[in-house]
T-cell receptor, first 112, second 113 residues
Framework: EDKVVQSPLSLVVHEGDTVTLNCSYE??????LLWYKQEKKAPTFLFML????IEKKSGRLSSILDKKELFSILNITATQTGDSAVYLC????????????FGTGTLLAVQP | DSGVTQTPKHLITATGQRVTLRCSPR?????VYWYQQSLDQGLQFLIQ???????AKGNILERFSAQQFPDLHSELNLSSLELGDSALYFC????????????FGAGSRLTVL
């Protein structure tokens, strides 16, 4: 059965800290890995990673994929209270159904 | 505003009842996906439509059904509701038949009493 596992389930940090969120996967027909940020309601797209070892960066957020070890990390440096959210990892799998499989998410709370 | 519109935002109903959730995809997107998010689980894929045709099916119960209309809006029908159906139901859209970067709506929160 395809699965995407995120850790930790939740974490609380202070503003200015750096955090690393983990996502491991065991899926068939892997194509890409995506990160989403979910604040109040709708998840918003952050990154899509297809190639191993190439870091994607957007401001204080960065992410990298390891296709050999089947995991990805999302780093957030100099955290701000606005980074508080649930971060969702999803794998895009090809094949007949071509589906997106989500992990349960990591809840990040950044305290002032 | 993501461009994906879902109605209603929140609905409360009793067990055994039936509800319809509606979704208008982002302009130009042909694919519509439905996901269920409950407290103890992540986003669970229910079903996908592409240009009016069912494209992929996930963990959708037989009590649930969906369709996509010629104007590309989609409806998710939930019947014989149970307490466990209480969840946030998301619609997402993309411009392709295959799953890729999805744009999500704000969700419809269903509470079954």
């Amino acid at each position: 059965e395809d699965k995407v596992v995120q850790s930790p389930l939740s974490l609380v940090v202070h503003e200015g800290d750096t955090v690393t969120l983990n996502c491991s996967y065991e899926v068939t027909n892997f194509r890409s890995l995506l990160w989403y940020k979910q604040e109040k309601k709708a998840p918003t797209f952050l990154f899509m990673l297809t190639s191993s070892g190439i870091e994607k960066k957007s401001g204080r957020l960065s992410s990298i994929l390891d296709k050999k070890e089947l995991f990805s990390i999302l780093n957030i440096t100099a955290t701000q209270t606005g980074d508080s959210a649930v971060y969702l990892c999803a794998t895009l799998c090809g094949g007949a159904t071509n589906k997106l499989i989500f992990g349960t998410g990591t809840l990040l709370a950044v305290q002032p | 505003d993501s461009g994906v519109t879902q109605t209603p935002k929140h609905l409360i109903t009793a067990t055994g009842q039936r509800v319809t959730l509606r979704c208008s995809p982002r302009s130009g997107d042909l694919s519509v996906y439905w996901y269920q998010q409950s407290l103890d689980q992540g986003l669970q894929f229910l079903i996908q439509y592409y240009n009016g045709e069912e494209r992929a099916k996930g963990n959708i119960l037989e009590r649930f059904s969906a369709q996509q209309f010629p104007d590309l809006h989609s409806e998710l029908n939930l019947s014989s509701l149970e307490l466990g159906d209480s969840a946030l139901y998301f619609c997402a859209s993309s411009d392709r038949a295959g799953a890729n970067v999805l744009t999500f709506g704000a969700g419809s929160r269903l509470t079954v009493l």
